[in-house]
């Protein structure tokens, strides 16, 4: 049999403190892209609000068809007020360097994590199974 | 005060009287019972 | 089963000298916790997929997301019914790739859960204010019953499993039910008089990259199934019961999703579609049926409940397993006496997802919710290729073999791939926020957390020594 490993033994407070750590961390990772407004967000900023209360916008203008406008008009919208959703649309143009740091990012993360899971995994059948794998 | 002003006041009490019902029996558990004894069981047991 | 789990664990005399979870769930249980925490997708999130790339990228990314799901179910029900315990893929990530893998599969778990489970809560909140205010109170404050929700369902779960996941069939079918009758409601037999595809359809708004982009949030019509496996420790003959109650629930959850998509894209434009809160509450508003009206209030509500309801589920039992092996505190390892239930990982995470529902935006929340969900497919993907390479067919019994192996891994893995790219798009931000959150979370495990995990310990299953270690 392969040495036996006996981890120390954990305090109350320890134990307190790891539960915390892990939710602090979920939270500061959590709204750390809402402070920094890096993403596409699902309610239009109040400028473009504002400029489509400006220009009286009509459904043609709009590009609704007379069925979509009556579709629009059932859900108690008028052009004024469906303009800022219609026109808020998604920018799809691809940043090559965000999305090569993106990419180095995941793949880096599953290489560090099955590389050091190995390593642990080894040390975990070792002293289940003994010395001399096969 | 409404009916929809109460049934808030209602749905606050509420959450505190159960969230307050399992700490208070989860306190018990720990007290009646030995740690030991609460965290033995094992994986995969059939 | 052992004599400890059959013992009746009474007073303090006469203790069993072991504990364990009750094995009481049959097929429609797991049917009910697999179909229970995703069906709330079809009655809100799957429509922002319609904003990311049109009504018909929607429809084909939900095709496409669909397959993922499949191989998912497939290689799931082959692992689960082999490696039967509570935790489900952090149990397998253990036994199969190492501990590191085994912490970050069970946090995906209780992040994934955790989150929905708040945006649930929110759900319910944001129609009582609705309801509230057509009958004329402005500005309904829907904390309490944010608060209220998570409150009995927690209250719930601690109670014990069995009653839990009852009560979840009868919701998840009355969800269900409630867009059956929808989509028999808006006479599909009639197009033009209700439905108005032919009016309101249009091509890619953005072309084939937005039906890329779309397969984020048409994850949502699925997302959670895998939860099924959750339930294994708790489940009467796992290796039968978990493939049939998973795969049943991924053909009800194709057929949800087919029949949401009919109805809405035939109701709404797809501009406003896309941004919808409710948007099957929406649809049955548009038919002017007061009484249409009323069942998807109700199923919305009911569906958000019975989702909230197996997220509790499933999340406790992934914290508790995890407290179990010492990856967390292992005070979180309890189970209580009389209920059988992981009541301190239940107790621990209700003011989580409290200040969840309270803190955070729901689209970031569904955002870091499906995220995570990714992550943990694309473990599923690598751990599935490992399995069958450590322990060939017939060197373990295996309750269920899934057929074509290793072709829906592959399949399983590039279709993570092209949804990493579909986050990407639009939400590169948030992608790069949660990784930073599990690199964080690893580092604290390898350096600080791994001392306290006995090494021999991690490895429970009956089995040989896995080939090439």
């Known amino acids: ?134 | 005060m409404d009916l929809w002003d109460l049934l808030s006041y209602a749905a606050w009490a509420v959450s505190v009287l159960l969230f307050l019902w399992m700490l208070i029996d989860a306190w018990g558990v720990g007290r009646k019972f030995q740690e030991d004894f609460l965290l033995s069981s094992r994986e995969g047991e059939e | ?469």
């Not at chain 1, 750390?32 to 009286?56: C, F, G, M, N, R």
């Not at chain 1, 649309?89 to 050091?116: K, M």
């Not at chain 3, 049109?54 to 191989?71: M, P, Q």
């Not at chain 3, 979840?168 to 108005?196: C, H, M, Q, R, S």
Request: one cysteine or more; proline letters at 5%.
């Open chain 3, 1 to 469: 089963m052992s004599e400890a789990t059959t013992a009746a664990a009474g007073g303090s005399s006469g203790q069993p000298t072991r504990i364990a979870l009750l094995k009481v769930l049959g097929p429609v249980h797991v049917w009910a916790l697999g179909v229970g925490i995703v069906l709330v997708g079809e009655f809100m999130g799957w429509n922002f997929s319609v904003g990311k790339g049109g009504a018909y990228g929607s429809l084909i990314a939900c095709w496409v997301v669909g397959l993922l799901y499949t191989c998912v179910a497939m290689i799931d029900s082959e692992v689960t019914s082999t490696v039967a315990a509570a935790g489900g893929q952090y149990t397998q990530a253990k036994h199969i790739v190492g501990p590191l893998m085994a912490f970050n599969v069970g946090l995906y778990l209780v992040m994934a859960y955790t989150m929905l489970e708040a945006g649930d809560a929110l759900v319910v909140g944001d129609l009582m204010k609705a309801v509230a205010g057509e009958f004329g109170h402005a500005d309904l404050d829907p904390r309490p019953f944010v608060v209220l929700s998570i409150a009995i369902l927690a209250w719930l779960n601690y109670r014990g499993v069995f009653m839990t996941l009852t009560v979840n069939f009868v919701i998840t079918a009355a969800a269900f039910l409630a867009i059956v009758i929808l989509f028999f409601g808006v006479a599909p037999w009639e197009p033009g008089k209700v439905l108005l595809h032919k009016e309101l359809l249009i091509d890619l708004p953005y072309g084939w990259i937005g039906v890329i982009a779309a397969m984020q949030f048409a994850m949502w019509y699925y997302l959670g199934i895998e939860g099924t496996c959750q339930a294994a420790e708790e489940v009467r003959s796992a290796g039968r019961s978990i493939p049939l109650g998973t795969m049943s629930g991924m053909i009800t959850l194709l057929i949800a999703a087919s029949l949401t998509w009919y109805v809405a894209a035939g109701l709404m434009p797809w501009e406003y579609l896309g941004q919808a809160i409710t948007p099957l509450y929406d649809a049955a508003k548009l038919t002017g049926n007061g009484t249409l009206q009323v069942i998807l209030f109700v199923g919305t509500i009911f569906s958000a409940i019975a989702s909230a309801n197996g997220c509790i589920n499933d999340a406790s039992r992934a914290w508790f397993s995890m407290g179990r092996d010492r990856y967390l505190p292992t005070w979180f390892g309890a189970v209580h006496p009389r209920y059988r239930t992981p009541y301190r990982a239940i107790l621990f995470l209700i003011p989580i997802a409290v200040v969840f529902a309270f803190q955070a935006p729901l689209d970031q929340v569904i955002s870091f919710s499906i995220l995570s969900g990714l992550l943990g497919y694309t473990f599923m993907s690598l751990n599935m290729m490992k399995f069958r390479k450590q322990w060939p067919l017939g060197s373990i019994k295996r309750g269920y073999v899934h057929p074509f192996h290793p072709l829906p891994a592959i399949v399983l893995l590039v279709l993570c791939v092209a949804t990493y790219f579909a986050t990407f798009l639009g939400y590169g931000a948030t992608l790069v926020a949660v990784m930073a959150f599990y690199i964080l979370a690893s580092a604290w495990f390898v350096f600080h957390r791994y001392k306290f995990v006995r090494r021999g310990d991690q490895f429970t299953m009956p089995w040989p020594r896995p080939k090439g270690y």
């Open chain 1, 1 to 134: 049999m392969a040495q036996h490993y006996e981890p120390p033994k954990q305090a109350g407070v320890g134990q307190f403190i790891d539960s915390i750590v892990l939710m602090v961390l979920v939270f500061i990772c959590l709204l750390a892209p809402v402070y920094l407004k890096a993403d596409h967000s699902a309610a239009p900023p109040p400028e473009v609000q504002a400029e489509a209360a400006k220009a009286a916008a009509t459904w043609q203008s709009l590009g609704q068809t007379p069925a979509q406008a009556q579709q629009w008009e059932k859900l108690g919208y008028t052009p004024e007020t469906a303009q800022p959703i219609v026109e808020n649309r998604f920018d799809y143009t691809v940043d090559p360097t965000a999305l090569i740091v993106t990419i180095a990012v995941i793949v880096g993360y599953f290489v560090f994590v099955f590389r050091i899971s190995d390593r642990e995994y080894r040390e975990v059948v070792r002293e289940r199974f003994g010395n001399g794998g096969n």
